[in-house]
């Protein structure tokens, strides 16, 4: 079995638009994460973060290449094996009138419950716990409706929790955030490896966020995929391709302007 929690070889990310039409939007690439890691997936808009994350938790089919996952090939895994080893948390905003927070967190629990959906003591205890652990315990019963967006980032990765997956994936958790809950989002995150030894990748695009929390940084950068801890990153200038045409710079681990 391979050591590492996620293994990415040869991957290049793109679409089939048919059998004969495909479109490649970035090149091969190899990367590994780790049990107990915070990784941070960084680049500029439109590189294909978003489509990289989708192929990695099997929501878009992978267009060359391999990922596997425990040791297993992921083309290979059904629906109910990736939910049993990976969840994963979008950028797209719940809006459902008169859905409390706990019935949303509860989803987190459906390939636990029997046919009929229904909860044991223990998925409710779990949910509650989960609850608890990202500060939302006193949400309970709070319309999601009303959540402020921080609040409601928390609920998402609450229910995220309950899925009890060794690998939790976010794209853009901290999208629309203040800084104080940018901080506080990740800082749970990270907290969250440390703890249950989750694997958890996350795109970003706040490179300060980045540099100061992750563990290590995968930086897609002018069609590379440059792997390392953000010291290992700044002391190879991996982030000059990434910051090019800008006025900032990167100066004894801060951003900074030229």
């Known amino acids: 079995m391979s050591p590492h929690r996620i293994k990415i070889e040869n991957l290049s990310l793109g679409y089939g638009y048919s059998l004969h039409t495909k479109h490649e939007i970035f090149p091969p690439f190899s990367a590994v994460a780790d049990k107990s890691q915070l990784v941070a997936l960084v680049g500029r808009n439109g590189i294909g973060k978003s489509t990289f994350l989708r192929t990695l938790t099997g929501l878009q089919h992978i267009f060359a290449g391999n990922i596997y996952i425990n040791g297993k090939t992921a083309a290979a895994m059904s629906r109910k094996g990736y939910a049993d080893l990976m969840s994963f948390v979008s950028t797209e905003t719940v809006r459902v009138m008169h859905l409390k927070v706990f019935d949303l967190v509860a989803m987190g629990r459906y390939t636990y419950t029997n046919l009929f959906g229904n909860l044991s003591v223990n998925d409710e205890k779990i949910i509650i716990d989960s609850l608890k652990m990202t500060g939302m315990d006193d949400f309970i019963w709070r319309n999601v409706s009303e959540l402020s967006d921080g609040e409601r980032q928390r609920v998402m990765i609450a229910r995220a929790l309950v899925q009890d997956t060794p690998i939790m994936i976010f ?88």
């Not at 982030?239 to 302007?257: C, P, Q, S, V």
């Open 171 to 258: 794209d853009e958790p901290t999208a629309f955030l203040d800084i104080p809950n940018k901080y506080e989002i990740i800082l749970l995150l990270k907290n969250l490896t440390r703890t249950k030894s989750k694997t958890i990748i996350f795109s970003t695009h706040d490179l300060n966020i980045a540099l100061m929390l992750a563990d290590k940084i995968w930086l897609m950068a002018n069609g590379k995929m440059h792997e390392g801890t953000p010291s290992q990153l700044i002391q190879t200038n991996a982030f000059d391709e990434m910051l090019a045409g800008t006025k900032l710079k990167i100066e004894n681990g801060d951003i900074k302007f030229q």
